[in-house]
């Protein structure tokens, strides 16, 4: 593939641009605690509670939804993510690749999280990295997460964008499956997007340890 391809780069934000072992920080260790201290109740059940809870709302945007978190386990997590903020942290490599296609200009980027806005205050002024995007697109702003179809169909709308020269890389293989079947063509995922854990097997789309290597790995 040549940079020439590509007129707009579609990008994640958590595992993608940022390493999600803060998110799994924060959602599995420090929020069962604080749950923990505060229902008087032993850690491991903590987790375990949350877990099940964190289950019965997956794939829907209150999975991802800091407000419906805070609300449901009645702890201010605004809060809890703004004391942790330090520990949020860019894959390395990021900010050398965004700053090249800024600088050359020709390629969009757009940032399409399912982060929701609260949150995605703290992590892009924590990480710096708002000067990078042409634009950011929360899925929260829609009312549906990217694994969605209508996600895309309004994203579709509102965004004028040539689906044969965009580009989108997201560690969420679910996604990049919606993302396909709205007509995206070039699709990548990410391998290691938690660095605390283990690789990932990929078979479905090209995919990259880090979006830092996409360049060297991908471009001709
Ligand atoms: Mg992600």
């Known amino acids: 593939m040549k940079w020439n391809s590509i007129e707009t780069f579609f990008l994640d934000m958590d595992g993608t641009l940022l390493d999600l072992a803060y998110d799994n920080y924060f959602w599995h260790e420090h929020v069962p605690l604080i749950f923990s201290k505060k229902n008087n109740i032993p850690f491991n059940e903590a987790k375990i ?22 609300e449901r386990i009645e702890i201010n997590l605004y ?30 980027i757009i940032l399409l999280t399912n982060c929701p806005r609260e949150m995605l205050h703290i992590k892009l002024d924590q990480t710096k990295l708002w000067r990078y995007f042409d634009k950011i697109i929360s899925s929260e702003d829609y009312g549906y997460p990217k694994e969605s179809k209508k996600f895309w169909k309004i994203l579709e709308n509102k965004l004028k964008y040539n689906k044969n020269k965009t ?9 990049l499956k919606y993302a396909e079947s709205s007509g995206i063509k070039y699709l ?11 690789k990932k097997i990929i078979k479905d789309y090209e995919s990259l340890e880090n979006i830092g290597f996409f360049e060297n790995k991908f471009i001709d």
């Open 167 to 175: 580009a989108f890389i997201d560690d969420n293989v679910d996604v």
């Open 79 to 108: 809060l809890e993510i703004k004391r942790t903020r330090n520990k949020i942290k860019v894959f390395p490599g990021v900010k050398r690749l965004l700053s090249k296609i800024k600088a050359e200009g020709r390629v969009k």
């Open 188 to 198: 990548f995922s990410v391998s290691i997007p938690d660095s605390k854990k283990q």
């Open 49 to 70: 509670l949350l877990k099940k809870m964190y289950a019965e709302n997956k794939n829907s945007l209150n999975w991802y939804s800091s407000n419906y978190w805070s």
